[in-house]
């Protein structure tokens, strides 16, 4: 169904999804995974709309989870929770119990201090938590600063050169039962090569902890695969994975089961955001087009700089002109795209392309904005997945004084 008829019925702006363009993201790891014990578990962060992560459960995938919400989130939508995994720097106690008891598959944990909190959590339970300790490769995943997490100096995981002694700590604690090894470099990630060194690294590390006694029966090697934004050009999971799975088998690991937590690759060139063009306003400077999204629906321009497509939802015969294109916030780092050339009106509609990740998930009210509507299409089936907000629901739970 053409994009400006789902705008005229739902109004704007409107999240698009492609169930087909999800699965067909999702087949690409499953290739690469074909006759090797390894299970995908979707970093649900990057979009954790219920009829989203239905879509991946379907599909036989496993949950990244980083908050007992997101573990709600996946019960809510039928998934596994045999098959989740739980990340995060700053799991509180009430969520360990949470997971514990729900039955989670592993808690990827990312210091010591959390060592001891879970053992003790566990063991009040009556259970032993299965653990990854998320160690910390140390390599230039080459991405923007603020997704780039494998690197010393930034809060996420444990030193490699700590990873040993913390993993003989984790085998001595009563409530853990030590299971893996975990780690995650970055998010965006278009290269090889940083892939590859991390994996040598963490190979370095499992060796080194097998002898001292300690096995390891699965690796978890995160997410963090780029898509093309904007003329990128990220390695193909299946690809990718041919290269890592070599490094595995010569250096005699097949045998332990490979988890991923990809988010972004499986979800964001599924997904578009239509908007209505409100204004075309010319400036002495610039040519403002204004939209109606704005950096609550879209806020990866404004938070980091990042480049969305944008294009005219139909051909139209009108002059094209450059336009820096903004939303409604009054605020100046409210811009979608900067000097983009578009032939479009006022009440044409635009769609900000590979809007599937990061985007909804990290929508907020600003401004009293409420939340898009999102819409899956499946075939010629299209559903509503989540309505739109409306401001009632925005006070609710508010109190005069
Ligand atoms: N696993 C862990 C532990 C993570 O921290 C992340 C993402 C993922 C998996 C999924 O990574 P992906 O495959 O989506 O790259 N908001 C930023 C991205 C933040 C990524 C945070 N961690 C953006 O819009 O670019």
């Known amino acids: 169904m053409a994009l400006r008829t789902l705008a005229q019925a739902h109004g704007t702006p409107l999240f698009v999804y492609s169930k087909a363009a999800m699965l067909h993201a999702l087949a690409a790891y499953q290739r690469g995974f074909a006759g090797r014990n390894a299970q995908i578990c979707y970093g649900m962060k990057a979009n954790s ?3 989203i992560l239905q879509v991946f459960a379907a599909a036989g995938c496993g949950f990244d989870i980083v908050s007992s919400g997101e573990l709600a989130r996946v019960v809510a939508a039928g998934g596994d929770v045999k098959k989740v995994i739980f990340s995060g720097v700053g799991k509180t106690r009430v969520e360990m119990r949470g997971a514990l008891t729900a039955g989670i598959g592993c808690f990827n944990v990312e210091s010591e201090a959390e060592l001891d909190v879970l053992s003790e959590v566990a063991l009040e339970l009556g259970l032993r938590a299965p653990v990854s300790i998320r160690v910390n490769p140390n ?3 080459k ?6 997490t494998g690197l010393k100096g930034n809060k996420f995981g444990v030193a490699h050169s700590d990873a040993l002694r913390v993993y003989r700590h984790a085998a001595s604690l009563p409530g853990l039962n030590v299971v893996g090894i975990d780690c995650h470099i970055g998010s965006q990630i278009t290269e090889v ?7 040598d690294r963490v190979l370095d590390l499992v060796d080194a902890i097998e002898a001292a006694g300690i096995p390891i029966a699965h690796i978890d090697f995160g997410g963090g ?7 990128d050009t990220p390695p193909a999971a299946d690809q990718l994975w041919r290269q890592l799975f070599a490094k595995i088998d010569a250096r005699s690991h097949s045998g332990k089961k490979i988890m991923i937590e990809p988010g972004r690759s499986l979800v964001g060139n599924a997904g578009v955001c239509v908007s209505e063009v409100i204004y075309l306003k010319p400036g002495e400077q610039k040519n403002f087009c204004i939209i109606d999204a704005a950096m609550n629906d879209l806020p990866r321009p404004a938070l980091y700089q990042a480049f969305h497509a944008i294009v005219p939802v139909s051909i139209t015969n009108k002059t094209a002109a450059t336009y820096d294109v903004v939303g409604p916030v009054c605020e100046s780092g409210d811009w979608l795209g900067r000097d983009r050339e578009l032939n479009v009106a006022a009440g044409d509609f635009v769609a900000v392309l590979s809007s599937g990740a990061y985007c909804m998930s990290m929508a907020s009210n600003y401004n009293t904005r409420g939340r898009a509507a999102e819409l899956l299409v499946d075939g010629d089936a299209v559903r509503v997945i989540r309505q739109r907000e409306t401001v009632q629901d925005q006070m609710r739970g508010e109190q005069l004084v």
């Open 139 to 141: 390599v230039d995943p």
């Open 49 to 51: 709309t219920l009829g």
């Open 225 to 231: 695969l780029g898509i093309d934004y904007h003329g």
């Open 193 to 199: 090569t940083p892939y590859l060194d991390a994996m």
């Open 143 to 148: 991405t923007h600063p603020y997704i780039s």
